[in-house]
Structures are given as C-alpha cells and as structure tokens.
C-alpha cells in the first residue's frame, strides 16, 4: 500500500497543501513546530479516522477556520482508493472511500495498514495500562475485524454496566444479562490478546537485538485476569465492591502488557536511549508482524527518531528501514544530518521536503 497524493485544507497549521509522494522514501526536514508532525498525523488520521495524539476532532482544525478536509489518493498493486474525511464544528466527521460515506467508521479500519513512530510513543512506556491496551488493539484490529467488533461491543457494555452500578436502586436482574455480554466478548478477546503476543513478542525482541547490538536482554508479556479468573465468576464476586466504587473492577478492560528491560519494567530503570530503542523495536515489530498478517505492505511513519539516540544505533535503524521489505517510509527530521546515510541505502528514488509555518515545499 502506498499513498500517491493527499490534499489537506485547514488542517492543525497547515492552511493548504497539495502533495505528490514517492513510493519509497519522503524525507521532511525543518525546524520544531514548522508542521512536519502535523502532516504525518494527517497521513495517520487518514487510515485510522482519528489522529496520533488523541486531540478532539475540533481541535484538528485551523484556528479560526469552520473545517478542515483532507483527501488521500492511494493505490495499492492495481488496487487504487481515494479517502475523504471532512471536519466542521459542532458536526459528525465525514469519512468517504471512493466517494462513498461509510455507514460505520470502524469498517475503514484495516484497509490503510501503517505504523507510526513518535516522540508521543513515551506514553506507552510511562503512561497507564490504558496507553498499551491501545496500541495493541490498534495492530489486532488491523488485521482481524471480529476483534474489532468484539472490543466495540465490549466497551458498550461495559458502559452500560458502569451507569447501572451508579443507580441507587438498580435492577439486579440486568447485572446478569450484561455479565453474560461481557463474558461472551471478554473471553475471546483475551485470547486473540494471548494469541498476539505469542507471536509479536519474538520479532519484537529480534529488532531491539538487532538495534542494540545485543547489548541488552528485553521481554514483553501479557497481564489479565483472566489468565486465573473466571470473568463470569469475578464479575458476581466482585459485584458489591463495584457497587460502592461505581465501576467495573475487573475484566479485559484491566489488561497490562509488561514493558521488560531484564526482569523489571523499563519505565523503572531504562535510561532515555534504552526507552527509545525499546519503542522503535516495536514499532517495527508492528510493522513486521502486520506484514505478515496483511497482503498490502503498510506504509511507515517515522517523526523525529533519531533524537537521544547514539550513533550506533542510529545506524542500525537505517541499516534497518532500508531493507526491501520496507515500503513507503516517510521521515521527519530538524535537519540533514542523517538524510545522506539514509538516501545513500536506498535502491529506489526519493522525495525531499522543507517544511516552513505550515508550508511544505518539494525541493
């Protein structure tokens, strides 16, 4: 899969852009705040209907301006797709794919297949257990859509059973019917999660051997309740504390992925290179792993990577990304220093952009 042209209009600071894209490597370069993450999060919130940093959709548009559109020209094999998305105040998004308005947006999930590296990737490691549960529904949802489902249906439920543990005489009976829902959904979830990280966590822990040089041992393991609990008993059980809490305790809803450096989380002791090679590893773990599940290549998004890493492992990336199984990468950097190591690995050709206060200019 590879993206040919986006238009964007009135998107975060860029007012107006037009842009034709290499199908292998689009390098953007300039200063911090210039624009250069905001055109790699409209690329992301064309193949996920929701941006890289969790901002509301409002708060994507221009300042001062009544909405913003971005269109995506994308072609893959003989296979070509225009993508619509359209954003006013105070309305329903728009998402279109060959001008036809999805009645869902979760059925345009899977069809763009891609991966993003960010600075805003340090919540994974610091953040709550919330943060890792995303990214890993982010990359099963992209390849199983009965995951998807599933998860959609679960978190409605769930939702549904939080308001009832609020009410102060609440019907009893309905904990029952909503239990059975959450149970039923539950459980495949937890499996398909067991199943993911059975085959994720190798090729993670390939890439940051690979990255590190072997200096380092890593580990990445799944957290739940249901590895000993019976969600349908634990939900009874558990019925009278959540009463008093108003919320439901357990549930895949509670799920964690440990984040190892040896045997103890990384946020504990990892120093800032360690956390940013912990990070890359897995992206292109997700990267891997979705090729392998996915016909279609996905396209790579790498903003700003190479900053607290040493040389050596700066290295190592590009020696990395610039393998063949590699696609349409695009790259963001405030300045050249690194764009001629990159190029120079390069078998096919290449676009350079300089990005000025929301303007991107191909040179």
Same mark, same amino acid.
């Given at each position: 899969?590879?993206?040919?042209?986006?238009?964007?209009?009135?998107?975060?600071?860029?007012?107006?852009?037009?842009?034709?894209?290499?199908?292998?490597?689009?390098?953007?370069?300039?200063?911090?705040?210039?624009?250069?993450?905001?055109?790699? !999060?409209?690329?992301?919130?064309?193949?996920?209907?929701?941006?890289?940093?969790?901002?509301?959709?409002?708060?994507?548009?221009?300042?001062?301006?009544?909405? %913003?559109? $971005?269109?995506?020209?994308?072609?893959?094999?003989?296979?070509?797709?225009?993508?619509? %998305?359209?954003?006013?105040? #105070?309305?329903?998004?728009?998402?279109?794919?060959?001008?036809?308005?999805?009645?869902? $947006?979760? *059925?345009?999930?899977?069809?763009?297949?891609?991966?993003?590296?960010?600075?805003?990737?340090?919540?994974?490691?610091?953040?709550?257990?919330?943060?890792?549960? #995303?990214?890993?529904?982010?990359?099963?949802?992209?390849? !199983?859509? *009965?995951?998807?489902?599933?998860?959609?249906? /679960?978190?409605?439920?769930?939702?549904?059973?939080?308001?009832?543990?609020?009410?102060?005489?609440?019907?009893?009976?309905?904990?029952?019917?909503?239990?059975?829902?959450?149970?039923?959904?539950?459980?495949?979830?937890?499996? #398909?999660?067991?199943?993911?990280?059975?085959?994720?966590?190798?090729?993670?822990?390939? /890439?940051?051997?690979?990255?590190?040089?072997? %200096? *380092?041992?890593?580990?990445?393991?799944?957290?739940?309740? =249901?590895?000993?609990?019976?969600?349908?008993?634990? =939900?009874?059980?558990? $019925?009278?504390?959540?009463?008093?809490?108003? /919320?439901?305790?357990?549930?895949?809803?509670?799920?964690?992925? $440990?984040?190892?450096?040896?045997?103890?989380?990384?946020?504990?002791?990892?120093?800032?290179?360690?956390?940013?090679?912990?990070?890359?590893?897995?992206?292109?773990?997700?990267?891997?792993?979705?090729?392998?599940?996915?016909?279609?290549?996905?396209?790579?998004?790498?903003?700003?990577? @190479?900053? #607290?890493?040493?040389?050596?492992?700066?290295?190592?990336?590009?020696?990395?990304?610039?393998?063949?199984?590699?696609?349409?990468?695009?790259?963001?950097?405030?300045?050249?220093?690194?764009?001629?190591?990159?190029?120079?690995?390069?078998?096919?050709?290449?676009?350079? @952009?300089?990005?000025?206060?929301?303007?991107?200019?191909?040179?």
């Amino acid at each position: 899969m590879i993206i040919e042209r986006i238009s964007i209009l009135n998107f975060k600071n860029i007012e107006e852009a037009d842009l034709s894209f290499s199908p292998k490597m689009n390098y953007f370069f300039g200063n911090n705040g210039m624009g250069k993450t905001n055109l790699l !999060d409209a690329l992301f919130y064309l193949s996920f209907t929701k941006n890289h940093t969790n901002l509301l959709d409002f708060q994507l548009i221009k300042h001062e301006e009544e909405f %913003c559109v $971005l269109q995506g020209y994308y072609r893959n094999n003989e296979t070509k797709d225009e993508v619509y %998305c359209g954003i006013r105040h #105070k309305q329903r998004k728009i998402f279109k794919r060959n001008k036809k308005e999805y009645d869902r $947006l979760s *059925e345009h999930i899977g069809l763009i297949p891609m991966v993003m590296v960010s600075p805003a990737d340090t919540e994974l490691i610091q953040g709550g257990s919330v943060e890792r549960r #995303k990214f890993a529904d982010m990359i099963i949802s992209q390849y !199983d859509k *009965e995951y998807l489902r599933l998860l959609i249906h /679960y978190n409605k439920v769930l939702q549904q059973r939080n308001s009832l543990l609020k009410e102060r005489t609440p019907d009893y009976s309905l904990f029952e019917i909503l239990d059975e829902q959450l149970t039923s959904s539950g459980e495949i979830i937890h499996q #398909k999660r067991k199943e993911f990280i059975v085959g994720f966590r190798p090729i993670f822990q390939k /890439y940051y051997q690979a990255i590190s040089d072997g %200096c *380092e041992s890593v580990d990445l393991q799944y957290d739940s309740h =249901l590895d000993t609990l019976s969600l349908s008993m634990a =939900l009874k059980e558990k $019925l009278d504390n959540d009463k008093i809490l108003g /919320y439901t305790s357990v549930g895949i809803h509670k799920d964690d992925f $440990l984040f190892l450096l040896g045997n103890h989380l990384i946020r504990k002791i990892g120093s800032q290179g360690q956390n940013k090679t912990y990070l890359i590893a897995l992206k292109l773990a997700q990267f891997q792993f979705l090729l392998q599940k996915n016909t279609s290549v996905p396209i790579l998004l790498l903003d700003d990577i @190479f900053d #607290k890493l040493d040389a050596n492992r700066v290295e190592r990336i590009i020696q990395l990304v610039t393998q063949e199984e590699f696609g349409q990468i695009f790259v963001t950097d405030t300045n050249r220093k690194y764009l001629d190591e990159i190029l120079s690995g390069l078998k096919h050709d290449y676009k350079l @952009f300089r990005v000025e206060e929301g303007k991107i200019k191909e040179l």
